[in-house]
């Protein structure tokens, strides 16, 4: 009779338990069930969104590689990366699609276009080493249009992959300004850089046997 109790009040304290915290703990396995569901839909979708802007990006690449490249292809480039920007702008497709498109309006010597592709991609991109290869093709670009001061201040500094060019760039500017002297120290660091880096220096060495001491 003794255990038929204890059963009972077994029961019983199961009972007051499930009523107060029956309907929490569903919550909870409800809300841990959304949760899982909901992490797996995010990463498909993050996959199915890395999967379509590898296409666009791969389809750009081969126009871009046609040889020679007509309007149709030139024209298909511009499409995809503009989709690119619009549709994946945080990604890197749209940051190499940006400087495409800025080469192209380089070819077209339409330089105020090429700046902007670049400034949006400084505006969009995460810091990384395209983000100094953007600042330093920008910087070729001001010098192109005149504005000499502000294309300095781009490759001033700076201690990555693109530090070779950087100078060079740099050596250039320094040249349009009148400075031979800061000329040849750029162009000779980055000469040793390139060196360093078992790359070609045909043409820095050109450049600094062009200047005048």
Do not use: C, H
């Amino acid at each position: 009779m003794a255990e038929l109790r204890s059963e009972e009040e077994q029961v019983e304290a199961l009972k007051r338990w499930w009523n107060e915290n029956g309907k929490a703990l569903l919550m909870g396995i409800a809300i841990a069930i959304l949760g899982v569901v909901g992490w797996n839909y995010y990463q498909d979708q993050q996959r199915q969104t890395a999967e379509t802007a590898s296409a666009y990006f791969q389809r750009l690449l081969g126009n871009a590689s046609a040889s020679p490249m007509g309007d149709n292809e030139r024209a298909a480039i511009e499409q995809d990366a503009q989709m690119l920007k619009d549709q994946y702008s945080d990604g890197a497709y749209a940051q190499y699609a940006a400087l495409m498109l800025a080469k192209l309006a380089v070819a077209d010597n339409n330089l105020e276009q090429a700046e902007s592709e670049l400034r949006w991609l400084l505006i969009n991109g995460p810091e990384s080493e395209l983000v100094a290869l953007a600042n330093i093709r920008l910087a070729q670009v001001l010098q192109a249009q005149g504005r000499l001061s502000q294309a300095l201040e781009l490759v001033q500094g700076g201690n990555d992959g693109w530090q070779g060019r950087r100078l060079e760039v740099k050596g250039d500017i320094l040249l349009a300004q009148g400075d031979a002297g800061g000329a040849r120290e750029a162009y000779t660091k980055a000469k040793q850089v390139a060196t360093d880096q078992g790359a070609n220096t045909a043409l820095l060495s050109l450049k600094l046997d062009n200047l005048v001491e």
